[in-house]
Nanobody
Framework: QVQLVESGGGLVQAGGSLRLSCAASGRIFSNYAMAWFRQAPGKEREFVAAISRSGDRTYYADSVKGQFTISRDGAKDKVYLQMNSLRPEDTDVYYC????????????????WGQGTQVTVSS
């Protein structure tokens, strides 16, 4: 089992920045591809970004390319999502996810999830 705990969400004005963190524990962090998803009430969980086990490859949804950056720190067993130029439509609950398989863009491919952190962007 892998336990994931997100932090860093909050309320920010449009144009502002936030950095989300996800702390992993329970298994060898480098064995897992990591990803961020987001979900609005009544909607499906949406892929945001992913990073390979080694951290040498990153992937982004078209809607956040050039705006968000995913990274990981193997020494701290953490993955981050730097979010810049935030817009009201980025308001969602953001979830960290882990998979022992290669990076995937579908929530169903990730067996491990954090509890989520709320990001609210005011206009």
């Amino acid at each position: 089992q892998v336990q994931l705990v997100e932090s860093g969400g909050g309320l920010v004005q449009a144009g502002g920045s936030l950095r989300l963190s996800c702390a992993a524990s329970g298994r060898i962090f480098s064995n897992y591809a990591m990803a961020w998803f987001r979900q609005a009430p009544g909607k499906e969980r949406e892929f945001v970004a992913a990073i390979s086990r080694s951290g040498d490859r990153t992937y982004y949804a078209d809607s956040v390319k050039g705006q968000f950056t995913i990274s990981r720190d193997g020494a701290k067993d953490k993955v981050y999502l730097q979010m810049n130029s935030l817009r009201p439509e980025d308001t969602d609950v953001y979830y960290c996810a882990a998979s022992g398989f290669p990076v995937a863009f579908y929530a169903g491919r990730y067996p491990y999830w954090g509890q989520g952190t709320q990001v609210t962007v005011s206009s």
